[in-house]
């Protein structure tokens, strides 16, 4: 099985624009969930998506948005990015809703100039 | 929300000798703790996991312990080796908790050759 991918791996915003970033699970998970990695705060959840459903969000501004499809694939979306957002954005999938593993991709490294 | 500490920050040990990371957590609730290790550069993976029913687990040279009662657990490292270096990340969670796991803010192992 393909792990999770996630696209792109690296670009570069400057403040003010809107970034969408692209995760595709692990067939047949159908659980993802997003977390944003900076040095600083480690990781730190941002929301958890479960048959086209946000199911739980964590505590990040309104800028911070997503969305999952029929396929389980997700995208986040963040508006208006702040030089703050600059971080690794990891996706996880799981095939338990509530109680598997996650399965982390590679990540999506955003600079904010 | 589950708040996670991990201590200490960074550990530098020589090869052969054992190394232990500390967390500790604040939700009664929670009955899932998952370790990960995130190389430079790699997507954090899962190395071990325990859930509260149990009391310690054991995988080969990586082994877990928990203590619900104080609400911390630890992760043992033995005989450590030079590809152990990594940044490791513990984690808890609430089954049925949608996925949502808070994570330590992780912990730098250095193994000296």
């Known amino acids: 099985k393909a792990g999770v991918t996630q696209t792109p791996r690296y670009l570069i915003k400057t403040r003010g624009q809107q970034v969408t970033l692209s995760c595709s699970p692990i067939?047949?998970?159908?659980?993802v969930s997003w977390y944003q990695q900076t040095p600083g705060q480690g990781l730190q959840f941002l929301f958890e998506?479960?048959?086209?459903?946000?199911?739980n969000k964590g505590n990040f501004p309104g800028r911070f948005s997503g969305r999952q499809f029929s396929n389980s694939r997700s995208e986040m979306n963040v508006s208006t990015l702040e030089l703050g957002d600059s971080a690794l954005y990891l996706c996880?999938?799981?095939?338990?809703?509530?109680?598997?593993?996650?399965?982390f991709g590679e990540g999506s490294r955003l600079t904010v100039l | 929300g589950e708040n996670v500490e991990q201590h200490p920050s960074t550990l530098s040990v020589q090869e052969g000798d054992s190394a232990v990371i500390k967390c500790t957590y604040s939700d009664s609730a929670s009955n899932y703790f998952p370790w990960y290790k995130q190389e430079l550069g790699k997507r954090p993976q899962l190395i071990i996991d325990?859930?509260?029913?149990?009391g310690e687990k054991k995988d080969q040279r990586i082994a877990v312990t928990l203590n619900k009662t104080a609400k911390h657990f630890s992760l043992h490292i033995t005989e450590t080796q030079p590809e152990d270096s990594a940044v490791y990340f513990c984690a808890a969670r609430r089954d049925g908790g949608n996925n949502r796991l808070a994570f330590g803010k992780g912990n730098q192992v250095v193994v000296i050759p």
């Open positions: 996880a999938s799981s095939e338990d809703p509530n109680t598997g593993e996650l399965f």
């Open positions: 998506y479960f048959s086209e459903t946000q199911r």
């Open positions: 325990i859930r509260s029913n149990v």
């Open positions: 067939s047949g998970h159908r659980s």
